[in-house]
Antibody
Framework: EVQLVESGGGLVQPGGSLRLSCAASGFIFSDHYMDWVRQAPGKGLEWVGR??????????EYAASVKGRFTISRDDSKNSLYLQMNSLKSEDTAVYYCVRLDSSGWLDYWGQGALVTVSS | DIQLTQSPSFLSASVGDRVTITCRASQGIRSYLAWYQQKPGKAPKFLIY???TLRSGVPSRFSGSGSGTEFTLTISSLQPEDFATYYC?????????FGQGTKVEIK
């Protein structure tokens, strides 16, 4: 069974940093691209970014709203995905979902989400 | 960026009703469209991909159609467990974008 479990969420002050982790199990993690998607309270879904596989040099893509502040990385030896968030703003307050992509690029499995609250 | 506009944003329906949600893209996205269902406090659930292909295990009362700029999600006979918010998403180009959502509530 595919499982994605996010951790590391919490309350952080504006301008601060936080690192989310996503522990993957039930599939060959290194074979899959992985995304982060977020959802502000009471709002819709917003794509944050992607990391590709080792064969693609772990290349990344980011939404304009987070580019330069957020960094996505992965450790295939630990079956883990990460989201390093710096220079956090109040508008980054959201539930952050770790998402697996299937071989055709569809976002097929989602974690339960981790809440990040940016507030003083 | 490709904008996805869903209509309606809110829909009130009864069990057994046929429900159709439309998703319009600001530019052509071929068939690179997915649909998700989200219930309160839960992660989105992947329903349909490539505009019309039902994910394994999704009930056959769900169907999708369209290509280019106009897409529809249809629920042929609404069941109690279908009351939720539905999102379309395009994977044609970066940044990936979602529609604003359609909330389906019980009449």
């Amino acid at each position: 069974e595919v499982q994605l479990v996010e951790s590391g969420g919490g309350l952080v002050q504006p301008g601060g940093s936080l690192r989310l982790s996503c522990a993957a199990s039930g599939f060959i993690f290194s074979d899959h691209y992985m995304d982060w998607v977020r959802q502000a309270p009471g709002k819709g879904l917003e794509w944050v970014g992607r990391t590709r596989k080792r064969v693609n040099s772990y290349s990344t893509e980011y939404a304009a709203s987070v580019k330069g502040r957020f960094t996505i990385s992965r450790d295939d030896s630990k079956n883990s995905l990460y989201l390093q968030m710096n220079s956090l703003k109040s508008e980054d307050t959201a539930v952050y979902y770790c998402v697996r992509l299937d071989s055709s690029g569809w976002l097929d499995y989602w974690g339960q989400g981790a809440l990040v609250t940016v507030s003083s | 960026d490709i904008q996805l506009t869903q209509s309606p944003s809110f829909l009130s329906a009864s069990v057994g009703d046929r429900v159709t949600i439309t998703c319009r893209a600001s530019q052509g996205i071929r068939s690179y469209l997915a649909w998700y269902q989200q219930k309160p406090g839960k992660a989105p659930k992947f329903l349909i991909y490539a505009a019309s292909t039902l994910r394994s295990g999704v009930p056959s009362r769900f169907s999708g159609s369209g290509s280019g700029t106009e897409f529809t999600l249809t629920i042929s006979s609404l069941q109690p467990e279908d009351f939720a918010t539905y999102y379309c998403q395009q994977v044609n180009s970066f940044p990936l974008t979602f529609g604003q959502g359609t909330k389906v509530e019980i009449k």
